[in-house]
């Protein structure tokens, strides 16, 4: 199975910057959990002390880290999208 499409909309809904009207703005379906504020908050007064001894690997690590959640939010969301589809057709099926 292709997931460009995935991916495509993944971004589309992710996107908090998009100057859209209200209620066509997909971003404003999007809610980052209490759980992933914690952790970047934690990981961002970690990195702060890292920053003071070497600020250019600081960066560095940040954007990894960046990245890292990305993919790893990406992933999530491709897989939630396919096994509720998956859900929807076994009950559809059963129906």
């Known amino acids: 199975m292709s997931t460009d ?6 971004w ?7 100057h859209q ?3 066509l703005d997909l971003g404003e379906l999007y809610e980052r ?10 990981f961002k007064e970690r990195l702060a002390d890292f920053q003071q001894q070497d600020a250019s690997k600081a ?15 990406q992933q999530g ?3 939630g999208f396919r ?3 998956k859900l ?7 129906a």
């Open 33 to 42: 959990t209490p759980a992933v504020k914690r952790a970047d908050y934690a």
């Open 5 to 10: 499409f995935l991916e495509r909309l993944y």
């Open 59 to 73: 960066e560095k690590l940040d954007n990894c880290r960046v990245a890292s959640c990305w993919a790893y939010e």
């Open 12 to 18: 589309a809904l992710t996107d908090e910057e998009q």
């Open 21 to 23: 009207k209200t209620g």
């Open 77 to 79: 969301f491709i897989n």
């Open 88 to 94: 929807a057709e076994e009950l559809r099926d059963k």
């Open 83 to 85: 096994l509720g589809m």
